[in-house]
């Protein structure tokens, strides 16, 4: 990397558009959670597509590495640059318009660099919802979420990013621009080159705009917390309430014991909604787009037949927005609250709904021998089937031991995934904290697609390189 390397991208992009002091640096070049950390070259914020483009073509030709950044929410390290300083961080910051909605089509196209509550807050006031809902949403962007599949709590209803994205305007890593943002329900003109781009954490190229689908607004909402013996009751009552309610059933999020105790612990103004010792938590939400039928008390009524059957031990209604707003809080505190509490070891996957049970006794019988006293902070998007499956140290430890053991740990979890034909990512991405876990637990036919299409699009390797693929190769032939 040349030193004249700042002002070349400022011919380019103007002084608005390089960042080089240090201190103003500092926020791109550390993750969310401070567990990733690297210098940089140059971070760059280009305003427009074309000043993508042209950022994209000067760092091919000189041979630097490129760093795609968002809101930098992820959780997986794909956003901050290594430690060398020879790479550029690309931050979407400036691109941050919403370039249209159209209301007949129920799409809206917005710039990679929009904020997601600016884009579901302009949906609103389309009169229409655009569903996907993250803890994160008043930082994350549209383009990392492109770029991570993003998931969160209405997966069960509206399904992931990728379900909810029709096209996708994409500069290449040779800096040519793909103008993809067709609006299109239906396009089967060769293949999905949109839903390639979906999830491939900046290694392929760099997002700048998205269309987004749009859906009825939802006029009326329940929302309930309900205590539950076993992740089988949880199962039995996801059942139970899809027969019930169809696709209103808007969030079904479950959470253990210890993961609400740690957020009534740490986060500040949280008070636990059921009397008694429950050991697993759901929250519920169903969600109508018809204002007149009375969603409480279709809620209530089936709430009433699962504690019949005994699938719930204990439930409350939320009688209020602000009473909603507290139990989701209690779900969405999780990540907060297990920073608080020191070391923790994370994992992020998915299993076939029907095997959640087993799993989860399974997977921590063996965990539990392994380290006794392990804390497991268990929770996530069980609609859909995705747990977050977090380990802690054992009361008392300070963390050492779950820090040294980590890989083994790990090892477990993802075997166990593995027994029960499940994914290691459900929704988080793989970046560079789970590159390498994957390239083992992937078929060699599946990492061996994955290296040639990387090949055949970045064949200098120079985007994002170590996410997704450990070694930032692709294969060509
Ligand atoms: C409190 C909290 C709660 C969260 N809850 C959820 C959840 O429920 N579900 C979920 O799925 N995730 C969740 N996340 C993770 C995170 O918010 C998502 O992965 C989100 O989609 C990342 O968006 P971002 O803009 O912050 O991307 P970044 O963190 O900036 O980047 C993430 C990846 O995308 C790439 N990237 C970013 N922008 C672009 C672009 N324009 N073009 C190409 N590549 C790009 C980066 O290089 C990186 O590899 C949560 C995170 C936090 C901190």
């Known amino acids: 990397v040349t030193a004249d390397l700042p002002v070349r991208l400022r011919d380019l992009v103007g002084p608005a558009g390089v960042v080089t002091a240090p201190d103003q640096q500092a926020s791109y070049l550390v993750d969310w959670r401070g567990a990733y950390r690297g210098r940089a070259a140059a971070v760059v914020r280009p305003g427009s597509t074309a000043e993508v483009a042209a950022v994209l073509r000067l760092c091919a ?20 640059p290594d ?23 129920r799409t809206m196209t917005v710039e990679a660099g929009v904020v997601l509550a600016d ?14 809902s993250l803890g994160s949403e008043g930082s994350a962007t549209i383009g990392g979420n492109v770029a991570t599949n993003a998931g969160g709590t209405a997966v069960l209803r509206y399904g992931t990013m990728r379900a909810l994205t029709l096209g996708l305007e994409v500069v290449l890593p040779d800096g ?7 609006g299109l329900r239906k396009d089967n003109t060769g293949y999905d080159l949109t839903g390639l781009f979906v999830g491939s954490e900046g290694t392929l190229g760099v997002v700048t705009a998205a269309v987004l689908r749009l859906f009825p607004a939802i006029r009326r909402r329940a929302t309930a917390w309900v205590g539950l013996p076993d992740v089988a009751a949880a199962v039995a009552l996801i059942d139970l309430l899809q027969d019930r309610v169809g696709d ?29 010792q429950h050991a697993w938590f759901a929250l519920v939400e169903l969600g109508d787009t018809a204002a007149g039928e009375p969603l409480d008390d279709v809620l209530a009524a089936t709430l009433d037949d699962a504690l019949d059957a005994d699938l719930v031990s204990d439930a409350v209604l939320a009688t ?20 608080a509490e020191g070391p923790s070891l994370k994992h992020d996957v998915t299993v076939p709904i029907s095997c959640l049970p087993e799993f989860v006794v399974r997977t921590g019988a063996a965990l539990a021998d392994a380290l006794p006293g392990v804390r497991l902070v268990t929770y996530g998007h069980v609609g859909d089937g995705n747990l977050h499956y977090n380990l802690g140290p054992p009361r008392g430890s300070d963390g050492g031991e779950l820090v040294a053991r980590a890989d083994e740990l790990s090892a477990i979890v993802y075997d166990s995934v593995a027994s029960f034909a499940g994914s290691i990512s459900a929704e988080h991405g793989l970046g560079r904290a789970k590159a390498a876990a994957a390239a083992r637990s992937l078929d060699p036919v599946e990492l061996d697609l994955m290296r040639r299409l990387k090949a055949a699009l970045d064949p200098a390797g120079l985007m994002n390189p170590g996410a997704v693929l450990a070694d930032g190769q692709g294969r060509s032939g």
């Open 83 to 105: 430690g060398s300083g020879t790479q550029v961080v690309l931050s979407t910051d400036r691109l941050r318009a919403i370039r249209g909605v159209d209301r007949a089509n």
């Open 119 to 132: 884009a579901q807050a302009a949906a609103r006031d389309a009169g229409l919802l655009f569903p996907l």
């Open 176 to 182: 040519r621009i793909w103008p993809g943002l067709r």
């Open 61 to 80: 030709a000189e041979g630097i590495a490129v760093v795609p950044q968002g809101g930098n929410t992820g959780l997986c390290g794909g956003s901050v």
């Open 320 to 339: 209020s927005p602000a009473q909603a707003a507290a139990l989701w809080r209690l779900r969405e505190g999780v990540s907060e609250a297990q920073n």
């Open 248 to 276: 209103r059933l808007s969030a079904f999020e479950l959470m253990s014991r210890e993961s609400v105790r740690t957020v009534l612990d740490h986060v500040p103004g949280t008070r636990d909604p059921l009397p008694g």
